[in-house]
């Protein structure tokens, strides 16, 4: 739906538990755990929306032969070797948002989030959405392509800061 968004699960098999709301007739999704295989790994992406159209402005994608997520906690996990892209295709941020973070970190410019982030791994990966905290390990590798160019990243251990749902910037 226009300014919406879209999540959606694939795998071969899945648990699934929903809790209840203050809607008697309604359900949410708590937690989703996602079984694949190396061959036909499990997916899950969530897609969000233009306000007042359906353009679709971020997307983030992981997948992996198992696949856990929390909506409670807001936390994806992959306990296993994987890929997690994070594509935002918003507009440029203005001046406002130029000014550099006072976090520290390796930032990588002041629009740093627009554009595809690739990560991948060997080991485990976790997201949490609400801080934007990955930690992937185990022969990570992470390429980060925007209009500017590309910058790629190789290590064992990796933890990174991407902009979270809420829209605040923080180093990558």
């Excluded at 226009?2 to 538990?17: C, F, Q, Y």
């Amino acid at each position: 739906p226009p300014g919406g968004s879209l999540d959606t699960l694939r795998s071969e098999s899945a648990e699934i538990r929903l809790a209840p709301t203050a809607d008697a007739g309604k359900r949410v999704l708590e937690s989703a755990v996602a079984i694949g295989s190396t061959e036909h790994p499990a997916r899950a992406e969530s897609r969000r929306f233009a306000s007042g159209g359906t353009t679709v402005e971020r997307i983030t994608y992981v997948e992996g032969a198992r696949v856990e997520v929390s909506q409670s906690t807001g936390v994806f996990e992959v306990p296993v070797a994987g890929k997690l892209l994070f594509a935002d295709r918003r507009p440029q941020a203005g001046p406002e948002r130029d000014a550099p973070s006072p976090a520290p970190g390796l930032t990588l410019g002041a629009n740093s989030a627009r554009g595809d982030t690739l990560l991948s791994w060997n080991g485990t990966m976790r997201y949490q959405r609400g801080d934007g905290r990955v930690h992937a390990t185990d022969t990570v590798r992470a390429i980060h392509i925007d209009a500017s160019g590309q910058a790629q990243l190789e290590c064992d251990d990796l933890l990174a800061f991407v902009e979270t749902q809420a829209g605040g910037q923080t180093p990558v």
